[in-house]
């Protein structure tokens, strides 16, 4: 079993930056296929970013492309995704997950039911 702990969300004005961070607790983490996906109100549950278990591949979602980037620390089990130039869109709560499979073998890593464990999630609120 693993667990996932979001941390880092909060209330920021647009144009600011928040870094998120998802503590993963399991001895196969590092073989992990991570994601974070958010939701916001209405909205359906959408991929953000996507990192390999190797932190060698990464994909974003279109609409955070050059703004957010994540990364993993495979010795502290953790992943993080650093959001700059924060956009009131960008509110959302934001999910940490995980896939028990290779990234090169995820032909759907932008979709929620790809992923085996998930956190509680972390709000973030962007004020215009």
């Known amino acids: 079993q693993v667990q996932l702990v979001e941390s880092g969300g909060g209330l920021v004005q647009a144009g600011a930056s928040l870094r998120l961070s998802c503590a993963a607790s399991?001895?196969?983490?590092?073989?992990?296929?991570m994601g974070w996906f958010r939701q916001a109100p209405g909205k359906e549950r959408e991929v953000v970013s996507v990192i390999s278990w190797a932190g060698r591949t990464t994909y974003y979602a279109d609409s955070v492309k050059g703004r957010f980037t994540t990364s993993r620390d495979g010795a502290e089990n953790r992943v993080y995704l650093q959001m700059n130039s924060l956009k009131p869109e960008d509110t959302a709560v934001y999910y940490c997950a995980a896939a028990k499979r290779t990234l090169a073998t995820m032909t759907t890593w932008g979709e929620s039911y790809g992923y085996d464990f998930w956190g509680q999630g972390t709000q973030v609120t962007v004020s215009a």
């Open positions: 399991g001895r196969t983490f590092s073989t992990y296929t």
